[in-house]
């Protein structure tokens, strides 16, 4: 058994030994993220009705309780909330307005609460309190207009990163410039942008840790992610050639900015790693992620699980991983409409695969399920991944390699 | 990582690569083995409808579909059997007589199918069928009269086991008789009883494995299990002290009965296991087992997952475990009708902990959750899970070993 990673002792929330914890907690967006709560939810007794726009969304699908609505619908948000103890989230685009008032009515706990969530949700509010805590950032510039990215772009060999403060995911929203009128349309639409050096890193790492109210928090290993497009498509748990010190400098910068903005339940920290070996905060999520999924199957407690009992304020569980290495690789769709006949393949090619659907109509390029391995060795392991995956993606008549 | 149990090579099942396995699984009962089943039914991508008699039962409590009637209603059987391309059970109480007609109209796949179900239905059939194929049991004798039943007593010391055919699980069923009319009331009921030696185990043993209708068969390690007033209420995986050819022997016998009775899903084969170190078969029951809970946390495809592989025929998993020891303690009900603060308490004192409750109300030695440990020592592992149950089921002010 690897060891167990750094573990810090909350200072206030062992003394609960009366709590009982949440017995309900809705989940705002049905996504596969909120899918994914679902199995753990069940053994954990907990009861997770999800607010859904569509009942054939991937976790409406399949969630015993399901309400139809907007996530950017007050009433719906609120109705959801009038059923249970506490709120979560599926993705971080529920304005921010909503669950303030919410949170200030007090009946429902917002957890993450919006005051931390702000974090996950604007680009620039999160680049300005990074920053102002001191916590690593690439270079930043607050872009108000054309004249304001020209002398952006000055400072940085002309080319730089400008992203939309609210609303993007994976590539939506990022937009690499060289012209200081090339954002002129984002700048109409949402007056300030976030503009970002070029970071020459060489990887980038991922840092996941959970938090409850009471400031209990654990950290997972550190991961390497890789992204494809814009998209998180593969991931090796601990991240390979990434020393114990390294490891535990990088967890307590996640614990850090964890506990500095009050997150409760999941955070993951993405990192770029330059090539002095320092990392720089790319983005910030304030929920189960893509880069943990290899967790469901390679961790004592699965992020999922993890997320569930942190914002029920239920003890949190070990992170100890289940075998020296676990790999990830999402499936993005592809040429196979059906992912059933390749599925079958893939797991009758390997009987250790673990495959994740999400129930989504296949699209190229979207995510519509992950496979994880656990084992010795990353490069074997990553391979086998993969040769599962065109399988699933590709359909089994295609032959591997083409 | 431990080594891959014996995993035997199928004769048939490995050139089904443009297949693509059932997508829709009813499940008939809505108990917690059902229950068990839907977190991995959604990873896999299945549909399960379970058929439950109350809304508040506890797989019914979580399901996206639940359809109501009872399992020996044939309308409200072939009413979910209409809905799926397979049925399969939470438990062995569907008429055989039922599930006859449906296998023989063909529209839905019955797995298992009644000609092997019957042998977990009825202990007469099972102890003739088992015994014609060699398969070893202990002494037994069909008895239709009182007269038949001081005959038996007459060849065992005056003392014997007596168990109605059909309708028995845990205790209930299973009577132990001195005297030649203490069955009269059973024997007035059911007609036929059968009867069985009490057999000097040293210890009872579990061996389970998943089959597949191609043939294609995998074998778990063999545990230990201790029962509790005729409840299951420990398990130890693998089995201690069962040296490697014990182990294979096993397995082997597991595989054989599966084969021989074409069993479909999970079959369990409780097991006494003599002094002199050899093993008799005690009861049969196919699909997932409570001596298998340990698979959920401790090995790479849990036992549910499996059964829905099985049945669903897609490929099997790998049953290879994920730590050298594996225990599950069960909760049965106690002092606590609240779950929750004895749940909270026993998740702070141990992060290790995996908890599993089944959403049922409290009553004194129900099954009502689970819990396991994964680990190198079984003893500690024990310790560490007893004193989880205690805190759980008699709630967090109660001392500890009181």
Known sequence: MPETPPRPVPSSATSDAAARGARSVGIIGAGQLARMMLGPAIELGLTTPVLATDPAESAAAVAARVRLGRHDDEQAVRALAADVEVITFDHEHVPTEILGRLEQEGATAVRPGPAALVHAQDKLVMRERLTALGHPCPRWWRISSADDLAAALAETEGRIVVKTPRGGYDAHGVRIVDGADQADDWLAQHGELLAEELVPFTRELSAQVARRPGGEAVAYPVVQSVQKDGVCYEVVAPAPDLDASAQQRIQGLALAIAEDLGVTGMLAVELFETAEGEVLVNELAMRPHNTGHWSMDGAVTGQFEQHLRAVADLPLGSTTPLAPVSVMV???????????????????????????LYGKSVRPGRKIGHVTLVGDDPEDLLARAHRAERLIIDGPETPVGT
Chains 1, 2 share one sequence.
Do not use: Q, R, S
């Open 330 to 356: 999402n499936l993005l769709g592809g040429a196979a409409e059906d992912l059933a006949p390749g599925a079958h393949a893939a797991l009758a090619a390997n009987p250790a695969l673990k495959i994740h």
